[in-house]
């Protein structure tokens, strides 16, 4: 069975401009979230989806947003980049919200210049 | 503010010897107990949960978990240079709350030769 499978794998920005990444969960499973990884850290939440809605929202600002689709695929979306954004995107899928484990993807890594 | 401690490490060992890793939480509640290895470079890949006081086995790691201490530990035996990886702890709150795991900044982990 395929893992959690994320794109891009490696993406380059400037600041001020917009990014999308893109997430497909494990077959089966109804949870997505979204982590960001700086080095030396572990990860940071940012948004958990669960049935198409949104179940939870980390300390990020505004200009980071989310949806689940339909077949529980899920996009995160970054507007006005800033330097400090630049990290390892993590997507992760759960069978359900509560005491299942997270399924990371291979996560990508965004670099803003 | 509901925090999961690890030390940073580095944790050195010799090949062959046993690798303790520690977790404390803050969160008394908190109800499901994760451990990820990360390879620099790579993403979070799940080695164990545990949900039960007590110890869980599986090949040559050990999860253990003290929810009146409030920690939570993994042991690898017979220690490998592939094992050489960062470790995350994860940990998350009680039924009925947000469901969304905490994790540490993870225990750096160096097996030699």
């Known amino acids: 069975d395929a893992g959690v499978t994320q794109s891009p794998t490696h993406l380059i920005k400037t600041r001020g401009q917009h990014v999308t990444l893109r997430c497909s969960p494990i077959?089966?499973?109804?949870?997505v979230s979204w982590y960001q990884q700086v080095l030396g850290q572990g990860p940071q939440f940012i948004f958990q989806?669960?049935?198409?809605?949104?179940?939870g929202r980390g300390n990020f600002p505004d200009r980071f947003s989310a949806r689940q689709f339909p077949n529980y695929s899920s996009e995160l979306n970054v507007n006005a980049l800033l330097l400090g954004d630049s990290a390892l995107y993590l997507c992760a899928s759960s069978v359900d919200r509560a005491g299942s484990p997270l399924h990371f993807g291979n996560g990508t890594r965004l670099t803003v210049t | 503010q509901k925090e999961v401690e690890q030390n940073s490490g580095p944790l050195s060992v010799p090949e062959g010897a046993i690798a303790s890793l520690n977790c404390t939480y803050s969160d008394r509640g908190s109800q499901s107990f994760f451990w990820y290895r990360q390879y620099s470079g790579k993403s979070p890949e799940l080695i164990m949960f545990?949900?039960?006081?007590g110890d869980k086995e599986d090949g040559r790691f050990t999860a253990q978990l003290n929810k009146a201490s409030q920690y939570v530990s993994l042991l690898i035996r017979d220690s490998q240079p592939s094992d050489s990886a960062t470790y995350l702890c994860?940990?998350?709150?009680?039924?009925?709350?947000?469901?969304?795991?905490?994790f540490g900044r993870g225990t750096s982990l160096i097996v030699h030769p």
């Open positions: 545990i949900y039960s006081n």
């Open positions: 989806y669960y049935e198409k809605e949104e179940r």
């Open positions: 994860a940990v998350k709150p009680p039924s009925g709350g947000s469901y969304i795991p905490t």
């Open positions: 077959s089966g499973h109804k949870s």
